[in-house]
């Protein structure tokens, strides 16, 4: 029982610091032009890391990583295997990249405010509308030299046995007619933490 209890405790803890995050992230976000995207990504990136590692104390082993130049602009394809996928990938690239998420994340208060923060698009996979919307402002980021992550499973694979799903074709159209570099990520054990 007592192991339960510092469980929970240490989840409280942890849920009051992330909401501390609020006002600050908040700050950036109503004054959102006083602020370069690299600003606020920075920014961004300091909470993700702290919640990564002195929060949810996850032990990040990147590979491949070094085979990308700093000149490359890429759209980024992952699986999906937990809430925390993007917060991952948020850790890893040290330059703005923007995250497609679904819409629900944006009722998220941290995570889709940290969405926010660094300019990503929430998308409806409802709406056609919302997807071409998407579509086109993935391809304006990538053509400016802005890379871009988007789950092309559009949703969480949350059984261990079955890492990837079918992906989504519409997630690569982003890419067409821009110069950006197709680079597939492969996420393995998230699903242990969200």
């Known amino acids: ?38 600003e606020r990504y920075n920014h961004a990136r300091l909470r993700v890391d702290d919640v990564l590692h002195n929060i949810l104390r996850v032990k990040l082993q990147i590979n491949g990583y070094d085979k990308i130049k700093d000149e490359d602009t890429c759209l980024f394809i992952p699986n999906h295997q937990s809430m925390i996928d993007p917060l991952c990938l948020i850790h890893l690239f040290k330059d703005p990249t923007i995250v497609v998420s679904k819409k629900e994340a944006k009722k998220m208060p941290v995570v889709g405010k940290i969405i926010d923060l660094i300019d990503g698009i929430h998308l409806d996979r409802e709406s056609p509308r919302d997807a071409l919307n998407m579509v086109k402002n993935c391809k304006n980021y990538l053509n400016t030299g802005t890379s871009v992550v988007i789950f092309p499973e559009g949703t969480r694979s949350k059984d261990e046995n079955v890492s990837i799903l079918p992906y989504k074709p519409g997630a690569f159209k982003c890419a067409y007619g821009t110069n950006a570099k197709i680079v597939p990520v492969v996420i393995e054990g998230t699903y242990l933490f969200l």
Do not use: V
């Open 1 to 38: 029982m007592l192991h339960i209890g510092k469980y929970f405790g240490y989840i409280g803890h942890g849920a009051i610091r992330i909401l501390g995050y609020i006002p600050g992230i908040n700050k950036y976000l109503k004054n959102k032009e006083d602020f370069t995207l690299e």
